[in-house]
């Protein structure tokens, strides 16, 4: 499983803790929580190469299943599309359908654009603490949690307060936070072959239902499942949902 922007592993462990029949790997991205930072810049090729290096280096028994999470199905569907030998299926959560810089929170990217370059102009130790701010964090928070549940939103807040900022360096999140904007699932869709499950969250605003509608049509051969009530922290807000949609997906294969 590979987590999203500037998460951790930490971000996917109640999806995993669903799949007791599965022996699930969740690792950092390379810059993020224990994850030792690329040698090169922190773009799309070098993460892909990197995800490649690790599963080889796993030498397990026969090829896995491969899920990313909204940054994370942007690396996941490249890898799949550039290694598709090297994994049975493939699992997109809250995939990156269209680019940020067009959807219904364009103009909060746009902030965010500014935001992180600004983050890489500072002198490091003040740009550490900007790009760290608990404000800015619990905005992002805020904005992205659908539910309604105070218990469930005050671990979501908790858990953005806790693992959001565990970055490397301000330039490694400055180029992570670059590639996740310029890069989309649908650069690569028409050529992945491999079988591919679609999980959206009907309330996602980072792509909107109707563009995961469009995207599912790209593959030659994926099923898209939507979850109701509940925006791009399906992860957070709906691991029991997934969990049983990547089950049942992995079953009927």
Do not use: C
């Not at 922007?5 to 790997?25: C, N, S, W």
């Amino acid at each position: 499983m590979i987590h999203g922007f500037r998460g951790t592993h930490h971000g996917l462990d109640l999806i995993a803790k669903e799949l007791t029949d599965y022996h699930v790997i969740v690792p950092d991205l390379p810059g993020f929580g224990e994850g030792e930072p690329l040698a090169g810049e922190h773009d799309l090729k070098n993460y892909v190469n990197w995800l490649h290096s690790f599963i080889t280096e796993l030498h397990l028994t026969k090829p896995p299943v491969l899920l990313g999470h909204s940054f994370g199905s942007i690396i996941a569907s490249s890898y799949a599309a550039h290694f598709p030998e090297t994994i049975v299926q493939l699992i997109l959560v809250n995939p990156i359908g269209a680019p940020a810089l067009e959807g219904p929170k364009a103009f909060l990217t746009q902030l965010a654009v500014f935001y992180y370059w600004l983050g890489r102009k500072l002198p490091t130790k003040l740009a550490h603490t900007w790009l760290s701010a608990k404000p800015i964090v619990m905005i992002m928070s805020m904005s992205m949690a659908k539910t309604h549940n105070r218990k469930t939103r005050a671990y979501i807040h908790n858990q953005h307060l806790q693992h959001f900022s565990s970055f490397a360096t301000p330039q490694v999140v400055s180029e992570a936070f670059r590639t996740s904007v310029t890069n989309t699932v649908r650069d690569h869709a028409t050529t992945i072959t491999t079988p591919t499950l679609l999980i959206a969250g009907e309330k996602d605003d980072i792509t909107p239902l109707h563009k995961q509608q469009e995207l599912v049509k790209l593959f030659p051969d994926a099923t898209l499942k939507v979850i109701r009530g509940v925006g791009h922290l399906t992860h957070y807000e709906t691991p029991v949902e997934v969990a049983e949609l990547v089950k049942e997906f992995l079953n009927s294969q």
